[in-house]
């Protein structure tokens, strides 16, 4: 059972331009959802995340705009460089336990993402 | 750098046999996690441990087990392996407290290799 969906799989856009992936999930108990980035070799970073209270979230060139109503939320990736290039993952998690210890992260499948001069 | 330690980097070993992957959390993080990222099933959550208790367990097999000792290391420890457990494995750890305990921390990860 799929509760994150991601896509596109692959995206390539070119220097300057603006990457965007979307995320859409089923699971209406989830309350926080964070993006990964990761590099070749390395394990997922946090990048930035949102909880479903707040329709927008920016960082920097990073922005994640989340739709309640819709069940998706996405990130927006300004001025994409060639650093940029890596795979993305969106994540969703629920509440924890009464100790507010975190659950368990349910990923989506990723988005390569390449960047280009 | 996230702050969480993983070892080895690369394990390859041969069909049948055991393997232990040791993790270190951030300082100060009581839980930690495992995941398991392949090719085929992405990054599924394993199990889950919080102050050396078992918190939540994943799709994770009877022939792997974890614990968390005192000092909050974790090992993940597999068993009568198969060529399909060929995969890169995560550690990630979180805070015990209210507020930021949602923040995942992922470490370097060791690819174990079964042939």
Same mark, same amino acid.
């Given at each position: +059972? +799929?509760?994150?969906?991601?896509?596109?799989?692959?995206?390539?856009?070119?220097?300057?331009?603006?990457?965007?992936?979307?995320?859409?999930?089923?699971? =209406?108990?989830? @309350?926080?959802?964070?993006?990964?980035? +990761?590099?070749?070799?390395? !394990?997922?970073?946090?990048?930035?995340?949102? %909880?479903? @209270?707040?329709?927008?979230?920016?960082? !920097? %060139?990073?922005?994640?705009?989340?739709?309640?109503?819709?069940? +998706?939320?996405?990130?927006?990736?300004? @001025?994409?460089?060639?650093? @940029?290039?890596?795979?993305?993952?969106?994540?969703?998690?629920?509440?924890?336990?009464?100790?507010? =210890?975190?659950?368990?992260? =349910?990923?989506?499948?990723?988005? %390569?993402?390449?960047?280009?001069? | 750098?996230?702050?969480?330690?993983?070892?080895?980097?690369?394990?390859? *070993?041969?069909?049948?046999?055991?393997? *232990?992957?040791?993790?270190?959390?951030?300082?100060?993080?009581? &839980?930690?996690?495992?995941?398991? #990222?392949?090719?085929?099933?992405?990054?599924?959550?394993?199990? #889950?441990?919080?102050?050396?208790?078992?918190?939540?367990?994943?799709?994770?097999?009877?022939?792997? &087990?974890? #614990? #968390?000792?005192?000092?909050?290391? &974790?090992?993940?420890?597999?068993?009568?392996?198969?060529?399909?457990?060929?995969?890169?494995?995560?550690?990630?750890?979180?805070?015990?407290?209210?507020?930021?305990?949602?923040?995942?921390?992922?470490?370097?990860? *060791?690819?174990?290799?079964? *042939?």
């Amino acid at each position: +059972q +799929q509760q994150v969906k991601q896509s596109p799989q692959s995206l390539i856009v070119q220097k300057g331009g603006i990457s965007i992936i979307n995320c859409a999930y089923e699971n =209406t108990a989830f @309350d926080y959802f964070p993006w990964y980035q +990761q590099f070749p070799g390395k !394990g997922p970073a946090l990048l930035i995340a949102i %909880r479903p @209270d707040v329709s927008e979230k920016k960082e !920097g %060139r990073f922005t994640i705009s989340f739709n309640k109503s819709a069940k +998706q939320f996405s990130l927006h990736i300004m @001025d994409s460089q060639p650093g @940029d290039s890596a795979t993305y993952f969106c994540a969703a998690t629920q509440p924890g336990g009464p100790t507010g =210890t975190a659950s368990k992260l =349910t990923f989506g499948t990723g988005t %390569r993402l390449q960047v280009t001069l | 750098d996230s702050g969480v330690t993983q070892t080895p980097k690369h394990l390859i *070993t041969a069909t049948g046999q055991r393997v *232990t992957l040791r993790c270190s959390p951030r300082s100060g993080d009581l &839980s930690v996690y495992w995941y398991q #990222q392949s090719l085929d099933q992405g990054l599924q959550f394993l199990i #889950q441990y919080y102050n050396g208790e078992e918190r939540a367990k994943g799709n994770i097999l009877e022939r792997f &087990s974890a #614990q #968390q000792f005192p000092d909050l290391h &974790s090992e993940l420890n597999l068993s009568s392996l198969e060529l399909g457990d060929s995969a890169l494995y995560f550690c990630a750890s979180s805070p015990g407290l209210a507020g930021n305990y949602h923040e995942q921390y992922f470490g370097p990860g *060791t690819r174990l290799t079964v *042939t």
